[in-house]
C-alpha cells in the first residue's frame, strides 16, 4: 500500500494569511494527488485533483502542486469558512489511501 | 447535479453483517467513468476507503476488508449497497458513500471523489 503522511498534522492560522499544507507519499505516484477539504460533521469535499487541477467550483485561493512523491495545498488568503481539516489522497493505486489530515485552526 | 444519500441501521451487533444502501439521485447510474465508492471514518480519525463498484458490476475491495466485504450495485433501484461481515467494535464509523469520476485530460485519465453522500454512523454493539 502507498503510504501518505501530511505535515503538519494541526496548524493554527488568521484571516488572510497564507497556508501551505503538504503530503508525502511513500512513492512515486506522479501526479495521482487529490486534496479533499471537511468541515466538522460533514462529509469530505473535493478541492483538487491531478495535483494541481481546480475543482469546478471550488475558489481560486486554493492551488496544489506538486508531482513524484512530494505535493502541497496553498490557500492564498485564507477565509474564515476555510478552516476545515485537509486530506490528501492518492488515486495512482489501489488501494486508495489518504493521508491522516491536517487541521486549519484559528489563531 | 447528483445527489448521495445512505441509508441502514445505525447499530449493529458484534458478528453480526452491517448493511448500508446508497440511493443516487440526479443521474445516470450507468454512465462510464463513474465508480460507486464506499469510504469510511472512525470517530476523530481519518478517511478508510472500504472499496467501488463499476456500474458493470466490476469490483475493487481494500485487502484489509476483502475477505469481509461486498459491494453491489442495482441500476434498476438507483442504488448500491455495502454488507460487511462478521463486525467488530472496530467497524463502528462513519459510513460514505462517495461518487469516484474519471477526469480525461490531456496528460492522461485522473479520478477524483467528486461526489459524497452525507455519513451515515454506525455503531457495533451488543
Known amino acids: 500500500d502507498i503510504q501518505m503522511t501530511q505535515s503538519p498534522s494541526s496548524l493554527s492560522a488568521s484571516v488572510g494569511d497564507r497556508v501551505t499544507i503538504t503530503c508525502r507519499a511513500s512513492?512515486?505516484?506522479?501526479?495521482?494527488l487529490n486534496w479533499y477539504q471537511q468541515r466538522p460533521g460533514k462529509a469530505p469535499k473535493l478541492l483538487i485533483y491531478?495535483?494541481?487541477s481546480l475543482q469546478s467550483g471550488v475558489p481560486s485561493r486554493f492551488s496544489g502542486s506538486g508531482s513524484g512523491t512530494d505535493f502541497s495545498l496553498t490557500i492564498s488568503s485564507l477565509q474564515p469558512e476555510d478552516f476545515a481539516t485537509y486530506y490528501c489522497?492518492?488515486?495512482?493505486?489501489?488501494?486508495?489511501?489518504f493521508g491522516g489530515g491536517t487541521k486549519v485552526e484559528i489563531k | 447535479q447528483m445527489q448521495l444519500q445512505e441509508s441502514g441501521p445505525g447499530l449493529v451487533k458484534p458478528s453480526q453483517t452491517l448493511s448500508l444502501t446508497c440511493t443516487v439521485s440526479?443521474?445516470?447510474?450507468?454512465?462510464?467513468?463513474?465508480?460507486w465508492t464506499w469510504i469510511r471514518q472512525h470517530p476523530g480519525k481519518g478517511l478508510e476507503w472500504i472499496g467501488y463498484?463499476?456500474?458493470?458490476?466490476?469490483?475493487f475491495y481494500n485487502p484489509s476488508f476483502e475477505s469481509r466485504v461486498t459491494i453491489s450495485v442495482d441500476t434498476s433501484k438507483n442504488q448500491f449497497s455495502l454488507k460487511l461481515n462478521s463486525v467488530t467494535a472496530a467497524d463502528t464509523a462513519v459510513y460514505y458513500c462517495?461518487?469516484?469520476?474519471?477526469?480525461?485530460?490531456?496528460?492522461?485519465?485522473?479520478?477524483?471523489?467528486?461526489?459524497w453522500g452525507q455519513g451515515t454512523t454506525v455503531t457495533v454493539s451488543s
Open positions: 462517495a461518487l469516484r469520476v474519471v477526469k480525461a485530460m490531456t496528460t492522461g485519465y485522473f479520478y477524483g471523489m467528486d461526489v
Open positions: 440526479g443521474g445516470s447510474m450507468s454512465s462510464g467513468g463513474y465508480y
Open positions: 463498484i463499476y456500474y458493470s458490476g466490476n469490483t
Open positions: 512513492q512515486s505516484i506522479s501526479n495521482f
Open positions: 491531478a495535483a494541481s
Open positions: 489522497q492518492q488515486s495512482y493505486s489501489t488501494p486508495l489511501t
